[in-house]
């Protein structure tokens, strides 16, 4: 491959999936670590957006509640392309047991578990992410990896509620529908829909 093609970061299976979580939860800041993989997997985040993202501002209402909802701000959004993303109840619980566990020390969602530190920088997340697939024993699988297998997943379904690409690109906060359709892998469905000739 040249070295002027960017590689794409590879999709994960659910089976991969499930066993990142599980090795979530066995590190030393366990809930955090369930949240960061939710937010990518789940919600299809950028590393920059969970590194930015804070209780007060992007999760909980002006009441201090959370409202089932995330806000991605455009100061932490790429291209400052801001969007409301609705949280699944696994998501909601994974953040609450997070904001209990972190009892009111640090205004981040993503803390940093060094003293006197509270968030982490956008670069550190990355390193988080290529770090933990490396012990994870994945090869090729980047802080990207989440959106490409949620783009896909999204991509195959959308129909079923009604939609079109146009809410996937939405949903990853993409300028260009172009780029969202250059996330999306070929999968079994996509090659049996190919070779299934209507009209023949």
């Not at 599980?22 to 590393?47: C, K, M, N, Y």
């Not at 578990?113 to 920088?121: A, E, F, H, I, R």
């Not at 956008?122 to 290529?130: K, Y």
Request: hydrophobic fraction near 35%; glycine fraction near 8%; charge should be positive.
């Amino acid at each position: 491959m040249s070295p002027h093609i960017k590689r794409k970061a590879k999709r994960l299976t659910p089976d991969q999936i499930r066993f990142c979580f599980s090795q979530a939860r066995q590190t030393r800041t366990p809930e955090r670590d369930v949240v960061i993989l939710h937010l990518s997997f789940g919600l299809g985040l950028r590393a920059c957006e969970i590194a930015g993202l804070e209780w007060d501002r992007h999760v909980f209402d002006a009441e201090g509640k959370m409202t089932g909802k995330v806000w991605v701000s455009g100061d932490i959004a790429k291209n400052g392309r801001e969007r409301t993303l609705s949280l699944p109840k696994p998501i909601v619980e994974a953040l609450v047991e997070l904001h209990a566990a972190q009892q009111g020390q640090s205004s981040f969602v993503v803390h940093s578990p060094k003293p006197n530190k509270d968030g982490l920088s956008p670069n550190t997340m990355v390193q988080w992410f290529r770090r933990f697939y490396r012990d994870c024993g994945f090869s090729g699988v980047s802080s990207h990896s989440g959106r490409r297998t949620l783009a896909t997943k999204k991509a195959e379904t959308v129909h079923q509620y009604g939609g079109t690409l146009r809410d996937v690109q939405l949903m990853l906060g993409h300028a260009c529908l172009s780029t969202t359709e250059e996330y999306i892998d070929e999968t079994p469905a996509s090659k049996a829909m190919t070779m299934d000739l209507e009209y023949a």
